[in-house]
């Protein structure tokens, strides 16, 4: 089981910048993919952004170039570094980890995941 403890979100007007922390315990392997996924009201969970152990990222197509995921494995923390936010970026931010086939937002869905953080609220005005 692994344990996700997110901080870091918060509310920031348009073109602003939050950076989100994941911080990860428990039994992890080289095959575990972590990353963050969001939900805004009313809307399915979507992946924005994932990380594998070898720091391959992938990104959501509206948030390339904006967003940057990254890990430090010292702490075994991942952070979301979002810039240029704009009001669509709005919604609980969930970090979440699990081995999966390809760790790519293009090839994963949210409910392949197991385990979850408590989200935090990024709120775009």
């Known amino acids: 089981h692994v344990q996700l403890v997110e901080s870091g979100g918060g509310s920031v007007q348009a073109g602003g910048s939050l950076r989100l922390s994941c911080a990860v315990s428990g039994h992890t392997t080289r095959s575990t993919c972590i990353g963050w996924f969001r939900q805004d009201t009313g809307k399915e969970r979507e992946g924005v952004a994932l990380?594998?152990?070898?720091?391959?990222?992938s990104y959501e197509d509206s948030v390339q170039g904006r967003f940057t995921i990254s890990q430090d494995k010292a702490t075994n923390i991942r952070y979301l570094q979002m810039d240029n936010l704009k009001p669509e970026d709005t919604g609980m931010y969930y970090c979440?980890?699990?081995?999966?086939?390809?760790?790519?937002?293009?090839?994963?869905?949210?409910?392949?995941?197991?385990?979850w953080g408590q989200g935090t609220q990024v709120t775009v005005s």
């Open positions: 990380i594998d152990s070898d720091g391959r990222t």
């Open positions: 979440a980890a699990e081995v999966v086939g390809v760790c790519s937002v293009k090839h994963v869905r949210w409910y392949e995941f197991n385990n």
